[in-house]
C-alpha cells in the first residue's frame, strides 16, 4: 500500500514565481491537511480538506496561498508571487474515515517538498 | 506562550538505555496525542497514538499521557543507534472540523553506540 505521495520533492523558484506543490493521500484516505516546516521550527499547520471542501484553513496566510482537492486528482496547494519567507518545508498528510463514519485521527505524513525561493 | 512546549535537546545517550521524551501543554481541550519519528530531511513517521489519559505500549516504545498536570510522555527502551532522530509531540481536539494537529517544535536524539 503506497503511502502518502508529494511531488516535487525540490522545489526553486525565483521570487515572484508561482509554486505549484502535489500530494496524493494514501489509498481509502479522503482527508488531506498541508503543514509548513520553517527551519527550527515545528510544524505549522495550514489546511485541512476534504474532496471538493475545505474544512479549516484557518493556519493558511491571508493573501497568496490557496489549496484545492479535487474530485479527480491530487491536492495542490499554490503560493503565488512566491516571497523568500516562504522557502520551508512543505508536507502533505491523510487520514481515513474511521468505522461507522467517524474520522480517524491518526495522519500519515508524506516527505515532503522543499521550497527553495531564491 | 506556546500552547505545547517540547524541550529541543539536542539529547545524547548511550545506546541500551531507557530513553524519556515530554511535552507540556497549555489547551486543556486537547483530547489525541501523538508522537511522530522525523529522520533528517524525511516526512515525520507516525510511532504512537492514544486517546485521553493513561498508558500505551508498542515494542519498546511507551506513551504516557496525564491530563490533569497536561503532560505527555515518550519512552524508548533499549534505545538503538537507529533510534537517533527527532521526535515531535503532536495532540488534537475531539471535535469534527478541529483535527488539525497542533506539534512541539521536536526534541533531536542521538543514540551514542
Known amino acids: 500500500n503506497a503511502g502518502v505521495m508529494q511531488n516535487p520533492r525540490h522545489l526553486v523558484r525565483r521570487r515572484g514565481q508561482e509554486a505549484r506543490l502535489r500530494c496524493s493521500p494514501m489509498k481509502g484516505h479522503s482527508h488531506v491537511y498541508w503543514y509548513r516546516q520553517l527551519p527550527e521550527e515545528g510544524l505549522k499547520f495550514m489546511v485541512y480538506?476534504?474532496?471538493?471542501?475545505?474544512?479549516?484553513e484557518s493556519g493558511m496566510p491571508k493573501e497568496r496561498f490557496s489549496a484545492e482537492f479535487p474530485k479527480e486528482g491530487p491536492s495542490i496547494l499554490r503560493i503565488q508571487q512566491v516571497v523568500r519567507g516562504d522557502s520551508a518545508a512543505y508536507f502533505c498528510?491523510?487520514?481515513?474515515?474511521?468505522?461507522?463514519?467517524?474520522?480517524?485521527?491518526?495522519?500519515?505524513f508524506g516527505p515532503g517538498t522543499r521550497l527553495t525561493v531564491t | 506562550q506556546k500552547e505545547v512546549e517540547q524541550d529541543p535537546g539536542p539529547l545524547s545517550v548511550p545506546e541500551g538505555a531507557i530513553v524519556s521524551l515530554n511535552c507540556t501543554y497549555s489547551?486543556?481541550?486537547?483530547?489525541?496525542f501523538m508522537w511522530y519519528r522525523q529522520y533528517s530531511r524525511k516526512g515525520p513517521e507516525l510511532l504512537m497514538y492514544t486517546y485521553s489519559s493513561g498508558n500505551k505500549e508498542d515494542g519498546r516504545f511507551t506513551a504516557q499521557v496525564d491530563k490533569s498536570s497536561k503532560y505527555i510522555s515518550l519512552f524508548i527502551r533499549d534505545s538503538q543507534p537507529s533510534d537517533s532522530a527527532t521526535y515531535l509531540c503532536a495532540m488534537s481536539l475531539s471535535n469534527f472540523g478541529n483535527e488539525k494537529l497542533t506539534f512541539g517544535t521536536g526534541t533531536r536524539l542521538t543514540i551514542i553506540p
Open positions: 480538506l476534504q474532496k471538493e471542501n475545505i474544512i479549516d
Open positions: 498528510a491523510s487520514s481515513p474515515l474511521g468505522k461507522q463514519g467517524y474520522r480517524s485521527y491518526e495522519q500519515y
Open positions: 489547551n486543556s481541550a486537547f483530547q489525541y
